[in-house]
């Protein structure tokens, strides 16, 4: 019995030490296993510009060396945390070996496909991140099968389809779910009720549909709803009286209508609400109450009716308020500027009167103030001067009247001043000059008098300027930056003359002279419209001349508009007309030259209007044909030749010769020489003298899906401050100021309405005054 005792005892503690050391080779097998699981998932990454991964070796230690790689104390892979770092390809099924992961962070990169359906086995993920990539398809529903599921972040992809009901039938742990900016289309599962623990759920920026899940403020912990951007409609009063716990409530451009909840702004920890662009309806609740933590308020474009309650003084947190687009009456309350926190304020376009309040001088870090299209009488209250900070400004729509405040140049931050609309008289002050980040200066439709400052040559950065329909006066200083804005800037000054306005000197109007005559309105209409007349009849006179001068000369210039052998001599194919001997004029010919057309081989080139192609014919004979993509743009035959012959009359010696033209409903078409020296891109590149400001083409495609126009990606350069950015490099050596004049004046010139492009003569005199001022 004793020998037996040792004996067993002696066998136990073997069999312990060989469990030990199997355990340990079997955690070393599988760490090594783990090891190749990752070098697997490497080797799906197709681009990696960060060069993120290059610690992930074979020889390496995963626990210690791999980045982003994170193991639990028995050496096994617990989290892998790859955010920002771009990398490209699709997510390897491999990872599913990963027995004991809890939390796969990939978001910030650009992998594509979907989730492999193989993590299904991971069944002790807790968190998925793998937003703002480039995955799509419809959402897994398998996730729903993981347990252990608290965080789910699938926004900023490229998801389709509808929301699995199955997604959360065992969400019983889930606290954050995001799909938001994606493509989902349908309505919200009713499950997420499911989901006892959530506390925010963001499915804004989508295509949803239909109502908010009956109960969804059943769940207690809920603090963020955001449903933004989407199309759900109903009533949602009551469902919001029973979220007691929110934070943050977004149901803002949707189709929701009934009772505003605005009882939600009463809620104690609420700090975020906003309900616009939807069919809301009611008057504000008078908040004996409000939250201490509330900081943003946005119900606009509603239809929200009544008074603007005194009490939304309460809301001492709040630091952004917009109630515009509505159909708000009475005045605006004298204490919302005790509202000392506020960094916005917005009740444009409603029915308020009455003034503005003074006080908002003391809101020292207020930054827009918005009141236009209101029924504003009064003045500007001088303290509004004092908001240092200020960054938009816009009173516009109303009846406002006196002078614009003298201390405006304190606002040095202001980018948008927007005063149109309004009584205001005065002159323009001085200090506005002061303003240097201004981007939006409008003073239009006013009663301003006196002279245009030239401390408005310090606005470098206007992309908006208006001082029309004023009563100003003198000459337009000569200022580049406000000169490109054309004579709309300027028109119904009665005595505001210069460039771009009538020369001071053609108009006979004396700059300083307050005793001008100014001719009737029935005068100006009488002497435009005689000159209109006598122009148009000088112009018929000539036309005809040129066009018996023409028929004479050459008289074999109509092709035949028929097909010959036509079955119906009726049938008509178009009309060929030649202004060039040297072409053949047989039908014949033509239909063998033409037939190049449908040849991409004898594509030349292209641009905004057509694409052109060169036709051969025998003798050796070769013209160019740009076949015109007019529609919308020409309307009929008349219309087309009357553009032909605007063509025909122009002489240059670096012009190429009009020869011809063609005419059918279905296709229009140039004929002119052909010279096989190049484009106008390629020869203005090869040569020293002329000034090419950006050196690009007027459209590029970089990629296949992209493409770029000169003119806009000039003009949103401009808007950014960037302009420097767009220069040839060859012109680095140039001053940059005047780059941006020249650069300016381009675009004016490429304007996409013709009215507004100015005349050859009216460039040159910016270009002088671009000299004048960098010379001086």
């Known amino acids: 019995m004793r020998r037996i005792q040792p004996f067993i005892v002696s066998h136990a503690l073997l069999f312990l030490t060989l469990a030990s050391i199997g355990t340990r080779i079997l955690t070393i097998s599988l760490a090594a296993t783990e090891k190749e699981i990752l070098l697997q998932f490497k080797g799906n990454i197709t681009n990696d510009p960060y060069n993120s991964l290059r610690s992930w070796v074979p020889s390496g230690n995963p626990c210690v060396d791999f980045s982003g790689v994170f193991c639990n104390p028995d050496g096994f892979v617990d989290k892998i945390v790859l955010w920002n770092t771009s990398l490209s390809g699709q997510l390897s099924a491999s990872l599913s070996g990963l027995s004991s992961i809890r939390v796969l962070t990939l978001f910030g990169n650009r992998f594509s496909g979907n989730i492999p359906p193989e993590y299904s086995l991971l069944q002790t993920l807790w968190k998925i991140n793998v937003s703002s990539n480039a995955l799509s398809g419809p959402i897994p529903g398998f996730i729903g099968d993981l347990p252990s599921i608290r965080f789910l972040d699938l926004s900023k992809n490229g998801y389709s389809g509808e929301i699995p009901f199955a997604l959360f039938k065992n969400c019983y742990k889930t606290k954050y779910v995001s799909f938001s ?62 979220c007691q716990s929110l934070l943050h409530l977004d149901l803002s451009i949707n189709s929701f209508t009934g009772l505003a909840p605005l009882g939600v702004i009463e809620l104690k920890n609420i700090t975020y609400f906003n309900v616009s662009h939807n069919g809301f309806f009611g008057k504000i609740p008078l908040m004996q109450t409000c939250s201490e933590t509330l900081e943003f308020i946005d119900a606009s474009w509603n239809t929200l009716d009544g008074e603007i309650p005194t009490s939304i003084s309460n809301c001492k947190s709040l630091k952004v308020l917009d109630l515009g687009f509505n159909r708000l009456n009475g005045s605006i309350p004298v204490n919302i500027a005790d509202l000392g926190r506020l960094v916005a304020i917005s009740l444009a376009n409603n029915s308020l009167n009455g003034t503005i309040p003074a006080g908002f001088g003391s809101i020292e870090v207020l930054q827009v103030l918005d009141l236009h299209n209101l029924n504003l009488a009064g003045g500007i209250p001088a303290d509004v001067s004092n908001c240092r900070f200020l960054r938009e400004l816009d009173v516009s729509g109303n009846t406002l009247e006196g002078h614009i405040p003298d201390a405006i140049y304190n606002m040095s931050q202001l980018e948008i001043l927007d005063l149109h609309g309004n009584k205001l008289n005065g002159s323009i002050p001085y200090g506005i000059g002061n303003l240097s980040k201004l981007q939006f200066l409008d003073l239009s439709q006013n009663s301003l008098s006196g002279t245009i400052p030239s401390s408005l040559a310090n606005l470098t950065m206007l992309a908006h300027f208006n001082l029309s329909y004023n009563n100003l006066s003198g000459t337009i200083p000569v200022i580049q930056t406000i000169q490109y804005f054309g004579p709309t800037a300027f028109f119904n000054n009665p005595r505001l003359c210069g460039f771009p306005l009538t020369s001071c000197s053609l108009s006979g109007r004396s700059p300083t002279s307050g005793r001008t005559r100014v001719l009737s309105v029935s005068a100006i209409v009488a002497i435009v419209a005689a000159t209109m007349i006598l122009t148009g009849v000088c112009v018929v006179t000539i036309m005809n001349i040129r066009a018996r001068r023409s028929k004479t000369e050459e008289v074999a210039v109509v092709v035949e508009s028929t097909q010959p052998g036509s079955s119906d001599s009726n049938v008509i194919i178009g009309k060929l007309v030649l202004f060039s001997k040297s072409l053949p004029s047989k039908y014949e010919d033509w239909e063998t030259g033409t037939k190049a057309l449908l040849d991409k081989d004898s594509l030349i080139g292209g641009g905004s209007i057509g694409t052109v192609y060169r036709s051969s014919f025998e003798g050796g004979i070769s013209i160019a044909v740009k076949k015109l993509e007019t529609l919308g743009r020409i309307r009929n035959q008349d219309e087309f030749e009357q553009e032909i012959g605007r063509l025909g009359n122009i002489k240059h010696p670096n012009l190429v010769a009009l020869q011809g033209y063609y005419w059918s409903l279905t296709m229009q078409l140039i004929l002119s020489e052909f010279i096989s020296n190049g484009n106008l891109y390629d020869n203005l590149h090869g040569l020293n003298y002329p000034e090419l400001v950006t050196g690009r083409k007027p459209v590029e495609s970089p990629t296949v899906n992209e493409v770029v126009i000169l003119c806009e990606y000039v003009r949103r350069l401009l808007e950014r401050g960037s302009a420097s950015d767009c220069f040839d490099r060859r012109l680095r050596g140039f001053a940059e100021n005047e780059l941006i004049q020249v650069m300016k004046l381009g675009l004016i010139c490429s304007s996409e309405v013709p009215s507004r492009r100015p005349s050859m003569s009216e460039v040159v005199q910016v270009l002088e005054a671009i000299r004048s001022s960098i010379e001086s």
Do not use: Q, R, W
């Open 181 to 242: 900016h994606n493509n989902l289309s349908g309505s919200i599962p009713g499950s997420i009720v499911n989901c006892s623990m959530l506390e925010g759920f963001d499915f804004s920026f989508n295509n949803l549909t239909g109502e908010l899940p009956s109960g969804i403020c059943d769940l207690s912990v809920l603090k963020y709803l955001s449903v933004g951007n989407n199309a759900l409609s109903g009533n949602v009063i009551e469902e919001m009286s029973n």
